[in-house]
C-alpha cells in the first residue's frame, strides 16, 4: 500500500511564496512521474506541474504556473515539492500530490496513486 501525504497549504498573501511537500510512505515506492494538480471549488482537478524521474531536465510546467511554480523531486526521499512563488488569487484550491509510472504527465489517468490534498488559499 503506498500513501502520498501532502503537507505546506495554508492561507498566504497574493504575490507571497508558499512551499508544498509531498511523501510517499509504504512498500519501496520510486514512480516514473510525480505530479501536481489542483482543484477548484465547481471546477474540474487541472493539472499544475509535473517531474520526470528518468528524464534529464523532465519538468513540466502548465501555462498558467510556469515562471511562478517550481517542481522538485528527491528520489531517495520518494518526496515532492512544489515551490509556488507570486501567488494569485486564481491560485486558490485544493493542492493534490500522484504518482505515477508511465502516460501523459498532464493527465490524470497517467496517476495511480493519489494524495488526500492540501489547501491553499491565496487572499488579496
Known amino acids: 500500500q503506498v500513501h502520498l501525504v501532502e503537507s505546506g497549504g495554508r492561507l498566504v498573501q497574493a504575490g507571497g511564496p508558499l512551499r508544498l511537500s509531498c511523501a510517499a510512505s509504504g512498500r519501496t515506492f520510486s514512480p516514473a512521474i510525480m505530479g501536481w494538480f489542483r482543484q477548484a471549488p465547481g471546477k474540474e482537478r487541472e493539472f499544475v506541474a509535473a517531474?520526470?524521474?528518468?528524464?534529464?531536465?523532465?519538468?513540466v510546467y502548465a501555462d498558467y504556473v510556469k515562471g511562478r511554480f517550481t517542481i522538485s523531486r528527491d528520489n531517495a526521499k520518494s518526496t515532492v515539492y512544489l515551490q509556488m512563488n507570486s501567488l494569485k488569487p486564481e491560485d486558490t484550491a485544493v493542492y493534490y500530490c500522484a504518482a505515477g509510472d508511465r502516460g501523459t504527465v498532464t493527465d490524470l489517468g497517467a496517476y495511480t496513486y493519489w494524495g488526500q490534498g492540501t489547501q491553499v488559499t491565496v487572499s488579496s
Open positions: 517531474a520526470i524521474k528518468w528524464s534529464t531536465g523532465g519538468l
